[in-house]
């Protein structure tokens, strides 16, 4: 060796005794001989110190410095980095090896790209051959090159895995010593301990180089690499690792002020501390369960703070969620004074739901509330908000909507959020733990039947039932939704009517009695063109029926398309039903030309499959024109109306005959023409606004939460059953089979048993009822 090493290999050693030998023999067959070899022992208890020494005695470029005490590899690395004489560094921990150019070929680079920092491969090696492929590929170099102030958000780059090994690269010697500078030199760090110091060492480089070559060998499953979680001193242990980088922060605030992109460092910095914190929950996740589980999750929170917690599992452990909610105090109930509000949704387009949302708005500013409207993405139509009610837009990644929402409600001094968007995502369910950790509850709005998940055949509802119990209220459309999600454990459940629509309110001021049809009756549907849930063709069918007996009618469709069928789509089947002569396909219309529209027609058509509270049907009896629909009979509009005729669903046979029934004379049309508006009119009196406000102080009336009765149950399996049986046919191509429905008729057979034996519960059925539907599914399936 020269006296003037020009690398220095650090080496943090303790009770390596297995493995030490040939980590030093790998410096030894190094290409580069003028290099030293640094070995700080760590205070070992094995025989590590002997094998280092017998070693020395043959290579004198190989020094040994003893630690009087174990103070981790941390302080390990910086007595030698403190201690070495050549202008660049390596490091090499005990239990693994280096290829033997290493040196050479990093030094070689870091010289001809004049690079104070050099990447490099690295080859996992495993007793079973079986390397981790992802963790194998994370730590290979993705930039040839890089500059500062580009070096930290390329090599930690915000959203993704922090890989902060010490080993993967060659440093310029005055990169790390500039890093351990201000770090207190007592700490003693036992897991996670290099990253800190990659982190402030690459903050603070000037020029980055990498090579693909692989240059160091990572033995997987020795030391604490690929160990499980065991008991909760294990996981301690493991917690430990979120120690390194949240001690930094300081020195990470004092490098991001020089920086020309401080925002971008400090964000690099918190999503690597998230990441590892993620991974310490990720642990508790998959290798714990029951009391243990729970145990390390508060030992886990405690450590980082429930804020912190929440945003590392949203950012990169989204497994993580169901283990949290559970582990999460539901809001209670308080005699607090809420006075800021914040209202959810995606949007503020055209939409039932947008429409409740902005008269909810308008009814609690008008309370004297502050209103706060928070929307994923802004709409392009103009919207009349009251005086005092903004729009905050909440967008980025998930971290960044998580974030932005805690932002709104500090900025709006919110004290409750009321979030209309959880039917159809499971994001929600984030925002309201977030929320909740600091202090601030949620009430859910479901804008749909509770049977919505199963028409869709997903698993939402085993989502919301887990879930739910994270909102202050879950806000349902009728009884029946009611009885649904208290027999699913869901008890914090109530109801409320939507309200009536501006278009309704008018209707009731200014239309007149509507005549009998002296010539062609005037039908009309609007809302958004759909296939699955509108079933927008069966009106198309319907008018086909209606023409096959000699009713003479105009169909007029209103609405813009949908994802999912669109108004060409439409024509097609007008002229395969051969009905052009008899419907009209308007498109979007205003709600002046609606109301004129309106005006014109004599009675509404409906071929829904499934519907939360639709507005149209309310705003068609204020207009004083009956509803011909297919029967959705969970529907609070449904209830002794007097002004609508409910047929079978999907038969439009069954719906031209109610059609022209409804028309048969001027009594029988005058009769569901009064009944219509007579029913709009009692909506009309019901004070929404007033049960709105209640909900919000707690004291909404019990019978807005009634228990579940017998006749609920038998409801909710006929529906259950329907939804489930049409899932089946569309997954198996088929339009009727035999066996499915004995299958179904079997088990429906049981239920009766069940519910009308002297040992019935309610919770039996709605508990009983999903298992055996997926059990007959499935043994049809295999046959």
């Given at each position: 060796?020269?006296?003037?090493?020009?690398?220095?290999?650090?080496?943090?050693?303790?009770?390596?005794?297995?493995?030490?030998?040939?980590?030093?023999?790998?410096?030894?067959?190094?290409?580069?001989?003028?290099?030293?070899?640094?070995?700080?022992?760590?205070?070992s208890?094995?025989?590590?110190?002997?094998?280092?020494?017998?070693?020395?005695?043959?290579?004198?470029?190989?020094?040994?410095?003893?630690?009087?005490?174990?103070?981790?590899a941390?302080?390990?690395?910086?007595v030698?980095?403190?201690?070495?004489?050549?202008?660049?560094?390596?490091?090499?921990?005990?239990?693994?090896?280096?290829?033997?150019?290493?040196?050479?070929?990093?030094?070689?680079?870091?010289?001809?790209?004049?690079?104070d920092?050099?990447?490099?491969?690295?080859?996992?090696?495993?007793?079973?051959?079986?390397?981790?492929?992802?963790?194998?590929?994370?730590?290979?170099?993705?930039?040839?090159?890089?500059?500062?102030?580009?070096?930290?958000?390329?090599?930690?780059?915000?959203?993704?895995?922090?890989?902060?090994?010490?080993?993967?690269y060659?440093?310029?010697?005055?990169?790390?010593?500039?890093?351990?500078?201000?770090?207190?030199?007592h700490?003693?760090?036992?897991?996670?301990?290099?990253?800190?110091?990659?982190?402030?060492a690459?903050?603070?480089?000037?020029?980055?180089?990498?090579?693909?070559?692989?240059?160091?060998?990572?033995?997987?499953?020795?030391?604490?690499?690929?160990?499980?979680?065991?008991?909760?001193?294990?996981?301690?242990?493991?917690?430990?690792?979120?120690?390194?980088?949240?001690?930094?922060?300081?020195?990470?605030?004092?490098?991001?002020?020089?920086?020309?992109?401080p925002?971008?460092?400090?964000?690099?910095?918190?999503?690597?501390?998230?990441?590892?914190?993620?991974?310490?929950?990720?642990?508790?996740?998959?290798?714990?369960?029951?009391?243990?589980?729970?145990?390390?999750?508060?030992?886990?929170?405690?450590?980082?703070?429930?804020?912190?917690?929440?945003?590392?599992?949203?950012?990169?452990?989204?497994?993580?969620?169901?283990?949290?909610?559970?582990?999460?105090?539901?809001?209670?109930?308080?005699?607090?004074?809420?006075?800021?509000?914040?209202?959810?949704?995606?949007?503020?387009?055209?939409?039932?739901?947008?429409?409740?949302?902005?008269?909810?708005?308008?009814?609690?500013?008008?309370?004297?509330?502050?209103?706060?409207?928070?929307?994923?993405?802004?709409?392009?139509?103009?919207?009349?908000?009251?005086?005092?009610?903004?729009?905050?837009?909440?967008?980025?990644?998930?971290?960044?909507?998580?974030?932005?929402?805690?932002?709104?409600?500090?900025?709006?001094?919110?004290?409750?959020?009321?979030?209309?968007?959880?039917?159809?995502?499971?994001?929600?369910?984030?925002?309201?733990?977030a929320?909740?950790?600091?202090?601030?509850?949620?009430?859910?709005?479901?804008?749909?039947?509770?049977?919505r998940?199963?028409?869709?055949?997903?698993?939402?509802?085993?989502?919301?039932?887990?879930?739910?119990?994270l909102?202050?209220?879950?806000?349902?459309?009728?009884?029946?939704?009611?009885?649904?999600?208290?027999?699913r454990?869901?008890?914090?459940?109530?109801?409320?009517?939507?309200?009536?629509?501006?278009?309704?309110?008018?209707?009731?001021?200014?239309?007149?009695?509507?005549?009998?049809?002296?010539?062609?009756?005037?039908?009309?549907?609007?809302?958004?063109?759909?296939?699955?849930?509108?079933?927008?063709?069966?009106?198309?069918?319907?008018?086909?029926?209606?023409?096959?007996?000699?009713?003479?009618?105009?169909?007029?469709?209103?609405?813009?398309?949908?994802?999912?069928?669109?108004?060409?789509?439409?024509?097609?089947?007008?002229?395969?039903?051969?009905v052009?002569?008899h419907?009209?396909?308007?498109?979007?219309?205003?709600?002046?030309?609606?109301?004129?529209?309106?005006?014109?027609?004599?009675?509404?058509?409906?071929?829904?499959?499934?519907?939360?509270?639709?507005?149209?049907?309310?705003?068609?009896?204020?207009?004083?024109?009956?509803?011909?629909?297919?029967?959705?009979?969970?529907?609070?509009?449904?209830?002794?109306?007097?002004?609508?005729?409910?047929?079978?669903?999907?038969?439009?046979?069954?719906?031209?005959?109610?059609?022209?029934?409804?028309?048969?004379?001027t009594?029988?049309?005058?009769?569901?023409?009064?009944?219509?508006?007579?029913?709009?009119?009692?909506?009309?009196a019901?004070?929404v606004?007033?049960?709105?406000?209640a909900?919000?102080?707690?004291?909404?009336?019990?019978?807005?939460?009634?228990?579940?009765?017998?006749?609920?149950?038998?409801?909710?399996?006929?529906?259950?059953?329907?939804?489930?049986?049409?899932?089946?046919?569309?997954?198996?191509?088929?339009?009727?089979?035999?066996?499915?429905?004995?299958?179904?008729?079997?088990?429906?057979?049981?239920?009766?048993?069940?519910?009308?034996?002297?040992?019935?519960?309610?919770?039996?059925?709605?508990?009983?009822?999903?298992?055996?539907?997926?059990?007959?599914?499935?043994?049809?399936?295999?046959?």
């Amino acid at each position: 060796m020269s006296s003037s090493p020009r690398v220095s290999i650090v080496m943090p050693l303790f009770n390596d005794e297995e493995f030490v030998a040939k980590a030093l023999k790998s410096c030894l067959a190094q290409t580069l001989t003028d290099i030293e070899i640094i070995c700080v022992d760590d205070s070992s208890t094995d025989a590590t110190v002997e094998i280092v020494e017998e070693t020395r005695r043959k290579d004198a470029r190989i020094r040994l410095i003893r630690q009087p005490e174990n103070r981790s590899a941390f302080q390990a690395r910086r007595v030698g980095i403190e201690a070495a004489t050549a202008p660049y560094i390596l490091f090499l921990d005990g239990d693994d090896e280096l290829a033997p150019n290493a040196a050479s070929v990093t030094l070689r680079k870091a010289a001809s790209a004049k690079a104070d920092v050099v990447g490099f491969g690295v080859d996992i090696v495993t007793a079973d051959s079986r390397a981790p492929r992802r963790f194998e590929a994370a730590l290979q170099p993705k930039f040839g090159e890089l500059s500062a102030p580009n070096i930290i958000p390329a090599l930690f780059p915000v959203g993704e895995e922090a890989n902060g090994h010490l080993w993967r690269y060659l440093f310029e010697r005055s990169l790390l010593t500039k890093a351990y500078e201000d770090v207190d030199p007592h700490l003693s760090f036992y897991r996670a301990n290099d990253l800190p110091i990659t982190f402030l060492a690459l903050a603070n480089a000037t020029r980055y180089v990498s090579t693909g070559e692989r240059l160091y060998r990572y033995h997987f499953r020795r030391g604490t690499s690929g160990h499980v979680t065991e008991s909760v001193e294990r996981f301690a242990f493991l917690l430990n690792g979120v120690d390194p980088i949240t001690s930094i922060a300081s020195q990470v605030e004092e490098v991001a002020a020089k920086s020309p992109d401080p925002e971008t460092l400090q964000r690099c910095y918190q999503s690597a501390r998230l990441h590892l914190i993620a991974s310490v929950l990720r642990s508790c996740v998959r290798e714990t369960s029951g009391s243990l589980q729970r145990s390390c999750l508060a030992l886990l929170e405690a450590r980082v703070g429930k804020l912190d917690l929440i945003r590392a599992a949203v950012a990169f452990c989204g497994e993580a969620l169901g283990p949290l909610s559970l582990a999460t105090e539901g809001p209670l109930d308080s005699t607090s004074d809420r006075r800021s509000v914040l209202l959810h949704t995606a949007h503020l387009d055209t939409g039932g739901l947008q429409s409740v949302l902005l008269a909810q708005a308008a009814a609690l500013s008008a309370a004297g509330y502050k209103v706060t409207i928070a929307v994923l993405r802004h709409t392009t139509r103009e919207i009349d908000l009251p005086a005092g009610v903004t729009i905050e837009l909440v967008g980025g990644d998930a971290l960044d909507r998580v974030n932005r929402w805690l932002e709104i409600c500090r900025d709006h001094s919110v004290d409750v959020i009321i979030d209309h968007h959880i039917l159809y995502n499971e994001n929600w369910a984030w925002r309201a733990l977030a929320a909740l950790s600091v202090g601030i509850p949620t009430i859910g709005w479901i804008h749909n039947f509770a049977l919505r998940p199963i028409f869709d055949a997903n698993q939402r509802t085993s989502f919301l039932t887990a879930h739910l119990r994270l909102l202050l209220r879950v806000v349902t459309l009728s009884p029946s939704d009611v009885a649904f999600w208290k027999l699913r454990g869901v008890d914090n459940v109530v109801y409320l009517p939507n309200p009536l629509s501006p278009l309704a309110l008018d209707a009731l001021r200014t239309a007149h009695e509507r005549p009998y049809p002296l010539g062609r009756v005037e039908l009309v549907w609007w809302g958004r063109l759909d296939g699955p849930t509108k079933q927008v063709l069966d009106l198309v069918a319907t008018a086909r029926e209606l023409k096959a007996r000699g009713v003479d009618f105009r169909l007029r469709i209103i609405g813009p398309d949908s994802k999912n069928l669109t108004a060409d789509s439409v024509r097609r089947a007008i002229s395969g039903h051969g009905v052009d002569e008899h419907v009209e396909l308007l498109g979007e219309r205003t709600a002046l030309e609606l109301a004129t529209l309106l005006a014109d027609a004599h009675a509404l058509m409906s071929t829904s499959a499934i519907e939360g509270s639709p507005l149209t049907l309310l705003e068609a009896q204020a207009f004083g024109l009956p509803i011909v629909m297919y029967d959705l009979p969970w529907l609070t509009t449904a209830q002794h109306n007097g002004g609508m005729i409910r047929t079978p669903p999907n038969s439009p046979v069954a719906l031209a005959d109610a059609i022209r029934d409804a028309f048969r004379n001027t009594e029988r049309y005058q009769e569901l023409s009064n009944a219509a508006r007579d029913f709009a009119r009692t909506a009309a009196a019901v004070d929404v606004d007033a049960l709105t406000i209640a909900l919000l102080n707690d004291t909404l009336p019990a019978l807005y939460s009634p228990d579940p009765t017998l006749a609920d149950s038998r409801l909710l399996i006929d529906w259950l059953v329907r939804f489930s049986e049409m899932n089946y046919q569309k997954d198996s191509g088929i339009s009727n089979n035999g066996a499915m429905r004995r299958e179904l008729d079997r088990t429906r057979r049981r239920l009766e048993q069940i519910s009308e034996g002297p040992s019935f519960r309610v919770g039996r059925v709605i508990t009983y009822l999903p298992r055996k539907m997926s059990e007959a599914i499935r043994r049809l399936r295999a046959r």
